[in-house]
């Protein structure tokens, strides 16, 4: 399941505060019970911080399925292999724990968005998502707006991360259809994705992934 150069997040356990230290890595070399990852940064300050044996964290990465996949792991100790890393423990790919359900999963949240129509048709618009996930989203259109199912994109999204980092993302899309509004509800069009950087699907995903994550904390 998880493979050499995966990238993970690592959230600490047991902080003294409610927001939690989140930090980035990757996967550098794997053994039975143990995965050996480099010096992990931290996200909002993009510092390598001093990690002790027995530290415990919450891992997660995405996987080839685009699932998300969870996992309690501790330091276990140090070694160089070419790279100074740590050593981590792994449960094993039996005992991940499964987030995503489904192939991309799909979050209510107003993005920022900048929409092009390839053809010129449509004068170009900025609005705001309905929702969203690694294969598309659901955008609000503008009164009278001429969009149409079939119609091609170029598209522009501002994600917020909980870093406090935004990340650009742009994708070439297709109108899959529009829901026409009324005096009380705005006209919307179901957008998927045709053509995005895997690292920008990524970064949708891992923003789906951290606005459940708040979800569940409130209930």
């Known amino acids: ?52 044996k027995g530290t415990e964290f919450e891992a997660s990465f995405v996987g080839s399925d685009q699932s998300v996949y969870c996992f309690s792991t501790e330091i276990k100790g140090k070694q160089n292999i070419k790279i100074p890393t740590l050593i981590l423990s792994y449960p094993g790919d039996d005992q991940l724990l499964r987030i995503q359900r489904r192939q991309y999963v799909r979050i209510e949240s107003a993005i920022d968005v900048s929409v092009h129509e390839m053809e010129g048709v449509v004068q170009p618009f900025t609005t705001v998502t309905q929702d ?51 005096q009380d509800y705005r006209s919307t069009a179901s957008i998927h994705f045709t053509a995005i950087q895997d690292k920008d699907r990524q970064s949708i995903i891992r923003y789906c992934f951290e606005k459940q994550l708040i979800q569940r904390r409130r209930f």
């Open 132 to 182: 969203i996930s690694g294969g598309g989203a659901s955008i609000l259109l503008p009164t009278h707006s001429a969009l149409r199912p079939s119609m091609e994109l170029d598209l522009w999204l501002v994600l917020p991360m909980q870093s406090g980092q935004y990340e650009y993302i742009y994708a070439t899309s297709e109108v899959i259809r529009v829901i026409e509004g009324n």
């Open 1 to 52: 399941m998880i493979k050499i150069g995966t990238s993970l997040t690592l959230e600490l356990k047991n902080t003294e505060n409610d927001e939690s230290e989140k930090f980035r890595c990757k996967m550098v070399e794997q053994a039975k019970n143990f995965i050996f990852i480099d010096y992990p940064i931290n996200v909002k300050t993009g510092k390598t911080n001093i990690f002790f």
